[in-house]
């Protein structure tokens, strides 16, 4: 069974950082490129970063360049995003999301507050 677990968020003042985690399981970790995206409520989910699965390719949405940092590490089983320069445009529900064999696989997801 696939499982995905976020970690890391929180209520941070803007100007803050925060690093959110996901952990992996019952999946082939190495072979799966990884993303994280994040959702507002009434709007579709927006994919923010994603990796490759050697760390060789990584896209950023437009919004977070320069501020998020997208990273994994595949002896744990876990992908990380770095989180810098909060702005409170980027409160939203943060989920973790592995992109196996055609499949897509999502976690739980994690709340990420920036207060003004």
């Known amino acids: 069974q696939v499982q995905l677990v976020e970690s890391g968020g929180g209520l941070v003042q803007a100007g803050g950082s925060l690093r959110l985690s996901c952990v992996a399981s019952g999946l082939a970790f190495s072979s799966c490129p990884m993303a994280w995206s994040r959702q507002t409520p009434g709007k579709e989910r927006e994919l923010v970063a994603r990796i490759g699965r050697f760390s060789v390719t990584i896209n950023y949405q437009n919004s977070v360049k320069g501020r998020f940092t997208i990273s994994r590490d595949n002896a744990k089983n876990t992908v990380y995003l770095q989180m810098n320069s909060l702005k409170p445009e980027d409160t939203a529900v943060y989920y973790c999301?592995?992109?196996?064999?055609?499949?897509?696989?999502w976690g739980q997801g994690t709340q990420v507050t920036v207060s003004s």
């Open positions: 999301r592995a992109d196996c064999s055609s499949r897509h696989y």
